[in-house]
C-alpha cells in the first residue's frame, strides 16, 4: 500500500526524489513510474539489495517511461544522509520516524537534502490504531528496530515546523496494521 500521496507531494517527470526508509520500494518504485530519478535509501542491507533488483528488472522489462532516468539503492544512515543540500526536489519518508530515537535529526536532514520550493511526504501511523497495536502485543514494538514512539498529528507537525518545513496537508491512508 502506497501511503504517500503524490498528487500531494506534486511529484512530476524528471524531478529527483529521495525515499529514506525506503524498505523494500513501494515508493521509490511508483516514484519512478511516475518518471522520476530516485534514490532509494535505506539502513537494511537486505532491503536496498532487493530494491536494486527490482530497478533493474524494471528496467528491462520496460517499466520505466524514460529508460535514462537515475535509480539507485544506497544503505545509510537517516541521521547522516550522504547528500549535499538541496539534492532532492521531492522527498518522502513512510512509515519510518517511529522508528528513529532521534527523529528530530531525521527530520532536520531530510530537510537538509530538500531543495528550496521541493515537497515532502512524511507519514507515520495514526495514533489510535497504534496504541491498539501496542496495547495487543509487546512484541509488536518491544523489538529492535521497532516502533518506539506513537505520534499525535500536532506533535510531528510541529517538530517538522521546528526545522523549517511549513506543513500544507494530511491524509489518512490506513487505519490499522494488522495486529
Not at 500500500?1 to 515508493?27: E, I, P, W
Not at 535509480?71 to 512509515?95: K, M, N, W, Y
Request: hydrophobic residues 40%; contains cysteine; charged residues 25%.
Amino acid at each position: 500500500m502506497l501511503t504517500a500521496n503524490y498528487d500531494q507531494l506534486k511529484l512530476r517527470s524528471g524531478d529527483t526524489v529521495l525515499d529514506l526508509g525506503c524498505g523494500f520500494g513501494r515508493h521509490a518504485f511508483e516514484a519512478a513510474r511516475r518518471g522520476a530519478n530516485v534514490v532509494a535509501l535505506d539502513a537494511g542491507r537486505d532491503e536496498v539489495q532487493g530494491v536494486a533488483a527490482t530497478f533493474a528488472a524494471m528496467l528491462e522489462a520496460g517499466e520505466l517511461k524514460d529508460p535514462s532516468l537515475r535509480t539507485a539503492a544506497v544503505q545509510g544512515d537517516a541521521l547522516h544522509l550522504p547528500f549535499p543540500d538541496g539534492t532532492f526536489d521531492r522527498v518522502i519518508c513512510s512509515e519510518v520516524l517511529e522508528h528513529i530515537p532521534d527523529d528530530h535529526a531525521a527530520m532536520r536532514e531530510l530537510t537538509r537534502v530538500l531543495r528550496a520550493g521541493g515537497t515532502m511526504a512524511i507519514t507515520v501511523p495514526r495514533f489510535g490504531p497504534e496504541l491498539l497495536n501496542w496495547a495487543l502485543s509487546d512484541e509488536y514494538h518491544n523489538v529492535p528496530g521497532g516502533h518506539i514512539r506513537i505520534y499525535r498529528r500536532s506533535v510531528l507537525e510541529s517538530r517538522l515546523r521546528s526545522t523549517g518545513m511549513r506543513v500544507t496537508g494530511h491524509h489518512y491512508a490506513h487505519g490499522l496494521h494488522s495486529p
